[in-house]
C-alpha cells in the first residue's frame, strides 16, 4: 500500500539523510568530548525508538488497511503490554539522564587553580580581561564605564591596575591549560559561543557568569553571540586564538594594563 | 473499562438540569454578536487563520533572507527580526492557541459532552471581541512609527526595551498591550471552558466517558488558566521598565556609551516569568492536539481508542509536569546552574507520559480497519512529525546535551516539528473531519489529499534537515551568517532547497483555501454522520446543530466515545446515546 510504504519511507531517507549528508558538528578543539559522547549515546536511543515506533505504525498501516468485510478487533486495553512499554521508556530515559546529568556536575565546576579570563559584551563587540600578574581581577562597576574605560574597572581598585585589557575582540589562550571564562555584559543579554569548545553561557547584565574548558588545539576559532542582542547581532564577532606557550607569552607580552591604557588617554 | 453508571432502569441519574437559553433576535446578535458557541468558534476560527496566513508569508520573507541573503532589497535587518519576532509571536499566541482553544473548544466542548452551549455565553462572546481587538492592536504594530516589535517573540530584557532593536518606539508597547488583551480574553473564555466541562455534561457524561478531545482541551485550558498570569504580570512589568522607567528587570546598564536610569532589575527574573507561561505553552497547544488526533485515528481506523484510561492519566501527567520544567529553556541563562539537575530530571520524565501516548495511538493501529481518508493521513503525518520532534526534545531537555545546540537552528527545528507543524497537521486533520457537522458538506478528497501530501512532506523536508545545520553549530535569529569558516559551503545549497520546500508548503495551502471555500456550496451532502462515528457530536437531530445543539431533548449517554467494532453489535460503531444493547456490558 502506498501510504505505509512512503512512510516507511521517510524513515529511511531520515537515516541516509543522516549518515551521507555533509553536515557534522565541527571537529572538537576542547575537552567536552564527553558532551560529544552523550550527543552520540542519545542519538542511537532516540533513533531506535523513531525507526521502531514508524515502521511498526508502516506495517499496521499495510497489515491493517480497510478491505471489504475486514472488521477490527474490539480492544480496550491490555495492562501488560502498556506496563512493558512503559517500563522501556522509563529505562531508556534513565540511560540518557544519568550520564547528562553527570556530566553536567563536572560542566559546572571548573577544576582548582584554572586560569581565569573575562569576557565582556557591548552591543555589538567583544572585549576581555586578563588579571595580570597579580593574578586578581579589580572590581568594576558600570558607574566607571567611560570612554577611556570600557570596561567599567574601577581606578580606585589597586589590584586593577595590572589587568590587561583587550579591546580588539581578539582573545588568545594557552592550549592544554584549564581555561574558566568569567562573563559579563555592560548594556543586554549576550551568549559566548564557539562550536568547537561545545561549552557556552550567557552573559547578563547585572551578574557574573562563566564556564570553563580545556581548550586541546591550537588554531583559530570564531567567537560568536548567540543571545539575540539587537540589531547587529549577528555582526558581533570575536576570535579565539589557542596559543602553544611560547606563542602566548609573546602575545601576552604585547597586552597592555589598565594603568597604561589610563596613562594614555590622558595625554 | 469505565465506571458503570446506568440505574435499573437502564437510564443515568440526571446530572444537570437543562438550562434556558438566550435567543437571537436579529441577524446582527445571531451572527455577529453572537452569544451561540458555535458561532463563537467560528469567528475565532477565522480570526486565527487570517492572522495566520500573515505569519506564515512573514516565514516567507525569514526564509528569503536565510537563503538568498541581501538578494531582495526591502528585506534589511529591521524588516528581518520584527518578520521572526512577528511570525513567532502570531503562530503561538495569536493563531495556534486561539484556533485550539478559542475555535475547536468552543465548537467541540458542549457537542461533545452534550451541552446546549457554554455556561456564560455572554462572556465568551466578549472573550472573542477582546481577542480580536488585541489581534487587531498587534497588527497595528505595522502601522506605527518604527514598525513592529523586533525584540524577538521572547522578548528578553533589557534588549527588548532598548534602542539597539527594531520597533523600540512604538512596536515592544504595542506588542505588551496586545498580549494583555489576549490574557484578559482567554481568561474569559477558559473559564468558560472549564466550567462548562465540569457542570454542563449531560446525563450519563462521566468524566471517564469524555472524548479525549474534551479532555486535552480542558486540561489545555486549565493550564492556561495557571501560566497566562506570569506572561500577564512579565507584560504590565516590562511595560513600566519601558514606559515609566521603573526597573523590575533592567539593572544598571550603559547602552551605547550612555548610563542609563535604570538600576537593580533582574533579566532572569523576566525568563523565569516567561518561561513559566511559555513552556505549559507547548502543551496548551499540544493537549488538545493529542485529544483531537485520538479521536481521528480511532474513528477512522474503526477501532476503540487503545488504553483509555492511560491516555487520560498521560495528559493530566503531562499538564502537571510541564508547569514544572520551564527551567529548561534557561540552562544557558546564567541561573543557578544546579537547577539543572532539578529540571533535566522533569523535563525527561514528561517523556514517559508522552512516549505512552504515542504507543497507544500506534496500537490502535494493530488490528484495526484503516481507512485512508484525508482526516486520518493528517493523524499520520502528526504521529511521525511528533515523535521526530519529540524526540530532539530529549536532546534539548538533557541539559549537557543542551549546551552546545541551545541557540542554534537545531531548537528552530525542533520546535516547528513538534509544536509548529504537528499541532498544525492536527488542525487541518480536524477541519477536514469536522467540515461535515459545520457545513453538512463533505470537503473533496483528493484535493484534502494532495493537501496532504505536500504540506507534509515538504514541512518535512522544511524543517529536518534544518537539525544538521543546528548540529554545525549555525545559530538561530541571524540576520545574515557572513563567511564563517566553520559552516560547509554546501550549506547554501540546503539552505536554498528550504526555502524552496517553504514556498512549496506555504502555496500549498492555496488548495485547502480552495476546497473549504468550494465545499460550502458544492460539496457532497454530509448527512448528519458521515464518518459513522460513536461520539456524541455526530448524534444531534440537526446538521448543522441548530440553536441549543439538541433539540427538545438533551441526550443520554450509555457508554464511552469508542465503541467500535464492538463484539455482537450489528453495525461497527455503537454511538455514545444508543440504549444499551441486549448483552452488552456496560462501559
Ligand atoms: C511553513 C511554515 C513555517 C516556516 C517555513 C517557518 C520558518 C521559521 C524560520 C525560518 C524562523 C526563524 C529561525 C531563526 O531564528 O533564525 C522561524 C521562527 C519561529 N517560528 Fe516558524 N515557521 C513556520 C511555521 C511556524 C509555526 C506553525 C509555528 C508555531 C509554533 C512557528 C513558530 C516559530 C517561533 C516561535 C519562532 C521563533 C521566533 C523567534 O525566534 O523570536 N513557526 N520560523
Ligand atoms: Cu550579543
Ligand atoms: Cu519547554
Redesign the pocket.
Known amino acids: 500500500m502506498l501510504v505505509a510504504a512512503i512512510m516507511a519511507l521517510v524513515v529511511v531517507a531520515s537515516l541516509l539523510f543522516h549518515f551521507l549528508s555533509p553536515w557534522r558538528p565541527t571537529q572538537i578543539a576542547s575537552n567536552w568530548g564527553f558532551i560529544d559522547d552523550t550527543l552520540a549515546l542519545t542519538f542511537i536511543v532516540t533513533s531506535i525508538g523513531f525507526v521502531a515506533v514508524v515502521l511498526f505504525m508502516s506495517y499496521c498501516l499495510y497489515r491493517f488497511r480497510h478491505q471489504p468485510g475486514r472488521r477490527s478487533t474490539y480492544e480496550p486495553e491490555n495492562r501488560r503490554l502498556e506496563l512493558l512499554l512503559g517500563g522501556i521508556t522509563t529505562v531508556a530515559v534513565i540511560l540518557l539522564l544519568a550520564p547528562g546529568l553527570s556530566v553536567w556536575g563536572r560542566f559546572i565546576t571548573p577544576p582548582e587553580g584554572a586560569m581565569e579570563v573575562e569576557a565582556v559584551g557591548a552591543q555589538w563587540s567583544w572585549s576581555f580581561r586578563l588579571p595580570g600578574a597579580d593574578k586578581h581581577f579589580g572590581s568594576t562597576d558600570v558607574r566607571f564605564i567611560d570612554t577611556a574605560n570600557a570596561l567599567g574597572v574601577n581606578p580606585a581598585d589597586p589590584r586593577g591596575r595590572d589587568d590587561l585589557i583587550v579591546a580588539n575582540g581578539e582573545l588568545h589562550l594557552p592550549e592544554g591549560q584549564p581555561i574558566k571564562v568569567l562573563l559579563r555584559s555592560i548594556d543586554v543579554l549576550h551568549d559566548f559561543y564557539v562550536p568547537e569548545l561545545r561549552a557556552k553561557m550567557d552573559l547578563v547584565p547585572g551578574m557574573e557568569t562563566y564556564f570553563w574548558f580545556t581548550p586541546t588545539k591550537t588554531g583559530q576559532f570564531e567567537i560568536l553571540c548567540v543571545a539575540?542582542c539587537g540589531i547587529g547581532h549577528p555582526q558581533m564577532r570575536g576570535t579565539l586564538f589557542i596559543d602553544s606557550d611560547s606563542d602566548y607569552r609573546k602575545w601576552l607580552a604585547a597586552q597592555k594594563t589598565f594603568a597604561q591604557t589610563r596613562k594614555a588617554e590622558a595625554f | 473499562m469505565t465506571d458503570v453508571s446506568i440505574e435499573d432502569d437502564g437510564v443515568p441519574s440526571q446530572e444537570v438540569e437543562d438550562v434556558e437559553l438566550y435567543h437571537a433576535t436579529s441577524w446582527l446578535t445571531k451572527y455577529v454578536f453572537s452569544q451561540d458557541a458555535k458561532v463563537i468558534a467560528i469567528q475565532y476560527a477565522c480570526t486565527a487563520i487570517a492572522i495566520g496566513l500573515v505569519?506564515?508569508v512573514l516565514?516567507?520573507l525569514?526564509?528569503l533572507q536565510?537563503a538568498f541573503p541581501g538578494a531582495i532589497p526591502f528585506i534589511d535587518a529591521n524588516v528581518y527580526y520584527q518578520a521572526?519576532?512577528m511570525?513567532?509571536?502570531i503562530?503561538?499566541v495569536y493563531?495556534?492557541t486561539a484556533i485550539f482553544l478559542g475555535g475547536f473548544g468552543n465548537y467541540l466542548i458542549p457537542l461533545m459532552i452534550g451541552a446546549r452551549d457554554m455556561v456564560f455565553p455572554f462572556v465568551n462572546m466578549l472573550s472573542y471581541w477582546v481577542y480580536l481587538l488585541a489581534t487587531l492592536i498587534l497588527a497595528a504594530s505595522y502601522f506605527v512609527p518604527g514598525g513592529p516589535s523586533g525584540a524577538?517573540?521572547?522578548l528578553y530584557p533589557p534588549q527588548a526595551i532598548l534602542t539597539g532593536t527594531p520597533g523600540h518606539e512604538w512596536g515592544i508597547i504595542l506588542m505588551l498591550a496586545s498580549l494583555i488583551l489576549f490574557i484578559v480574553g482567554f481568561t474569559m473564555g477558559g473559564l468558560n471552558y472549564v466550567v462548562t466541562v465540569l457542570q454542563a455534561r449531560t446525563r450519563g457524561m462521566t468524566l471517564m466517558r469524555m472524548p479525549l478531545t474534551v479532555w486535552g482541551i480542558f486540561t489545555a485550558a486549565v493550564m492556561a488558566l495557571l501560566a497566562f498570569p506570569g506572561l500577564f504580570v512579565a507584560c504590565v512589568m516590562l511595560l513600566l521598565d519601558r514606559t515609566l522607567g521603573t526597573s523590575f528587570f533592567v539593572p544598571a546598564i550603559v547602552e551605547m556609551g550612555e548610563r542609563r536610569d535604570y538600576s537593580g532589575g533582574s533579566p532572569i527574573l523576566f525568563q523565569h516569568l516567561f518561561w513559566f507561561f511559555g513552556h505549559p505553552e507547548v502543551y496548551i497547544?499540544a493537549l488538545p492536539a493529542f485529544g483531537m488526533v485520538s479521536d481521528l485515528i480511532s474513528v477512522h481506523a474503526r477501532k476503540n481508542i487503545f488504553g483509555y484510561r492511560m491516555m487520560v492519566w498521560a495528559i493530566l501527567a503531562i499538564g502537571i509536569l510541564s508547569m514544572v520544567v520551564w527551567g529548561h529553556h534557561m540552562y544557558v541563562s546564567g541561573m543557578n546552574p544546579l537547577f539543572g539537575f532539578f529540571f533535566a530530571v522533569t523535563t525527561l520524565a514528561i517523556a514517559v507520559p508522552t512516549a505512552m501516548k504515542v504507543y497507544n495511538w500506534v496500537v490502535t493501529l494493530w488490528r484495526a480497519d484503516i481507512h485512508f481518508t484525508t482526516p486520518m493521513l493528517f493523524a499520520l503525518g502528526f504521529l511521525i512529525t511528533f515523535v521526530n520532534g519529540g524526540i530532539t526534545g530529549l536532546y534539548l531537555g538533557n541539559v549537557i546535551v543542551d549546551v552546545p545546540l541551545s541557540a542554534t537552528?537545531f531548537v528552530?527545528a525542533h520546535?516547528?516539528m513538534v509544536?509548529?507543524?504537528a499541532?498544525?497537521l492536527v488542525i487541518f486533520g480536524a477541519i477536514y473531519h469536522w467540515y461535515p457537522k459545520i457545513t453538512g458538506r463533505m470537503m473533496d478528497e483528493r484535493l484534502g489529499k494532495i493537501h496532504f501530501w505536500i504540506t507534509f512532506l515538504g514541512?518535512y523536508a522544511?524543517f529536518f534537515p534544518m537539525h544538521y545545520l543546528g548540529l554545525v553549530g549555525v545559530p538561530?535569529?541571524?540576520y545574515e551568517m557572513g563567511e564563517t569558516a566553520f559552516v560547509p559551503h554546501s550549506a547554501v545549497g540546503l539552505n536554498i532547497f528550504m526555502t524552496v520546500m517553504?514556498l512549496i508548503?506555504?502555496f500549498s495551502q492555496l488548495i485547502f483555501f480552495y476546497n473549504a471555500f468550494k465545499s460550502l456550496k458544492h460539496g457532497a451532502l454530509a448527512g448528519g454522520n458521515p464518518w459513522r462515528a460513536a461520539s456524541l457530536e455526530w448524534q444531534t437531530p440537526e446538521t448543522p446543530p441548530g440553536h441549543g445543539n439538541w433539540g427538545k431533548q438533551l441526550p443520554i449517554v450509555y457508554r464511552w466515545p469508542y465503541g467500535y467494532s464492538i463484539p455482537g453489535a450489528p453495525d461497527d460503531f455503537l454511538p455514545q446515546n444508543a440504549p444499551p444493547q441486549r448483552g452488552e456490558h456496560a462501559t
Do not use: D, K
Request: aromatic share 14%; glycine share 10%; net charge positive.
Open positions: 539575540y | 505569519a506564515l516565514s516567507w525569514i526564509r536565510l521572526v519576532t511570525h513567532g509571536m503562530m503561538v493563531m495556534l524577538g517573540w521572547t497547544v537552528l528552530v520546535f516547528h509544536m509548529g507543524i499541532p498544525v514541512a522544511v538561530r535569529r541571524f517553504a508548503v506555504g
